[in-house]
Nanobody, 113 residues
């Protein structure tokens, strides 16, 4: 079965950086696209960034130029580097395997102003 474990969240001041990690198991990781999503309190979950099996990336307009998604197929892990963070980035961040509905437990990111 597919399992996803997110980590790396925390409290950071506006303008700061965090790096999230998502370790996947139960899939042939290198063959799957991966995505990072976030859900702020009282809001719907939204796609933040995606990366295809071939390494093509896509970003939400709100994070373009600040966030970078990457993957390490040898470690079955996808990363989200978040720079120049803003209070509106505060949310629980989740990763997902493209085409699957399995979610991890998420990791809380809080950006203080």
């Amino acid at each position: 079965q597919v399992q996803l474990v997110e980590s790396g969240g925390g409290l950071v001041q506006a303008g700061g950086s965090l790096r999230l990690s998502c370790a996947a198991s139960g899939i042939i990781f290198s063959r799957n696209g991966m995505g990072w999503y976030r859900q702020a309190a009282g809001k719907q979950r939204e796609l933040v960034a995606g990366i295809s099996s071939g390494g093509t990336t896509t970003y939400a307009d709100s994070v373009k130029g600040r966030f970078t998604i990457s993957r390490d197929n040898a470690k079955n892990t996808v990363y989200l580097q978040m720079n120049n963070m803003k209070p509106e980035d505060t949310a629980v961040y989740y990763c997902r395997v493209a085409g699957w509905t399995v979610w991890g437990q998420g990791t809380q990111v809080t950006v203080s102003s």
